[in-house]
């Protein structure tokens, strides 16, 4: 059985972008965002073309998933009409991230943001290039949730991306490189991930290579169970094994107390074992540990609909409009309100 057939919800990408809104954002904004994205390719053993994307950081450095470079002897890197060797790369195999050197490119460094000032519900761009297409394509969507890994925080948001598109850049709406992107679950509610960019900078301390295909194993192929919590309830979440989902959180909240998210995950369990008691209870920490955390508060919200607990109804409605009134709609449907929870 092959690693990625044992692992099918989880997969890298090269995805080609599904949504081409960028929600009006000016294209001076992205230019240079856009510019900075390149193609990785290479001619693999059976002489088939092997691709995926990149991002360029420095001069004569791009940034993509060390994925990529699995499966070509010889990559090289394309930007337009344009192509240039790939002499050598610094290679850290476990977070999938490899900086390729390359000779004579005139592009510049894409500005830089940083993962750990990103805020749920943020807006985010993808873009990258799918499929050996040769204009990179986007994608917009939202911050969904960040993990705490390493000195950086893996990314999930709604920006979608597909085949050709690992180690592509997902960027803040000023343009500056936050993730890269690199994996996805199956299924139509997917889930996107993006690795954080302050990884970028470790992998400058790593002895250089020249010999390819890259070989190791990334976190996110790792052996269920060896695998870091935040990605342990993805599977169980797209299956809708609410037994197993609760089974991972409670482990992740006895192993970090202290994440927001880990409560969440417990109380989203619970709720869908119809336990509502245990739910709130979870929900609750959750919030108390992030209060800007608006999908526990839809879920608060939805427990108060079923005790027709109209005060916490508006209460929430309050706090919600704090943090990010553009969600008052879709809270007004969920609760069951048409314009306002009076």
């Known amino acids: 059985m092959t690693l990625m057939f044992k692992f099918f919800l989880l997969f890298p990408l090269s995805l080609l972008f599904l949504n081409t809104n960028v929600y009006a954002l000016s294209t001076e904004v992205l230019m240079d965002s856009f510019l900075?994205?390149?193609?990785?390719?290479?001619?693999?053993?059976?002489?088939?073309?092997?691709?995926?994307?990149?991002?360029?950081?420095?001069?004569?450095?791009v940034v993509t998933n060390c994925h990529v470079l699995r499966k070509t002897k010889q990559p090289w890197v394309s930007h337009g009409e344009e192509s240039y060797s790939a002499t050598s790369v610094k290679a850290d195999h476990w977070h999938d991230l490899c900086l390729l050197t390359t000779f004579g490119m005139p592009h510049k460094a894409v500005p830089m943001g940083k993962s750990t000032d990103l805020k749920k519900g943020q807006q985010v761009i993808a873009i990258g290039h799918s499929n050996g297409v040769p204009v990179p394509l986007t994608s917009s969507g939202v911050v969904k949730s960040?993990?705490?890994?390493?000195?950086?925080?893996?990314?999930l948001s709604t920006a979608q991306f597909r085949m050709g598109a690992s180690g592509s850049g997902l960027f803040d709406s000023v343009g500056r490189l936050v993730g890269i992107n690199t994996f996805k679950t199956s299924g139509r509610n997917s889930f996107y991930y993006a690795l954080p960019v302050e990884w970028i900078n470790s992998i400058k301390n790593k002895p250089t290579e020249t010999k390819f295909p890259i070989t190791g194993i990334a976190l996110w192929e790792e052996e269920e169970d060896k695998k870091p919590l935040f990605l342990q309830v993805a599977v169980p979440t797209v299956k809708k094994d609410w037994k197993k989902l609760l089974d991972i959180a409670n482990k992740w909240t006895k192993i970090e107390p202290n994440n927001s998210e880990a409560w969440f995950e417990l109380g989203l369990a619970n709720e869908n074992i119809i336990d509502l008691n245990e739910a709130e209870k979870a929900y609750r920490q959750s919030i108390k540990l992030d209060n800007q955390n608006t999908d526990v508060l839809f879920r608060l919200g939805f427990i108060a609909k079923s005790k027709n607990d109209k005060k916490e109804i508006?209460?929430?409605?309050?706090?919600?409009?704090?943090?990010?009134?553009?969600?008052?709609?879709?809270?007004?449907?969920?609760?069951?309100?048409?314009?306002?929870?009076?």
């Open 36 to 61: 900075s994205v390149v193609m990785i390719r290479g001619y693999n053993e059976s002489g088939g073309m092997a691709y995926g994307s990149g991002v360029v950081v420095g001069e004569n450095q």
């Open 146 to 155: 960040t993990y705490d890994l390493d000195q950086g925080k893996v990314i």
């Open 314 to 342: 508006k209460l929430i409605q309050e706090e919600i409009s704090k943090i990010n009134p553009e969600l008052l709609e879709d809270y007004f449907k969920l609760v069951g309100c048409l314009k306002t929870c009076e």
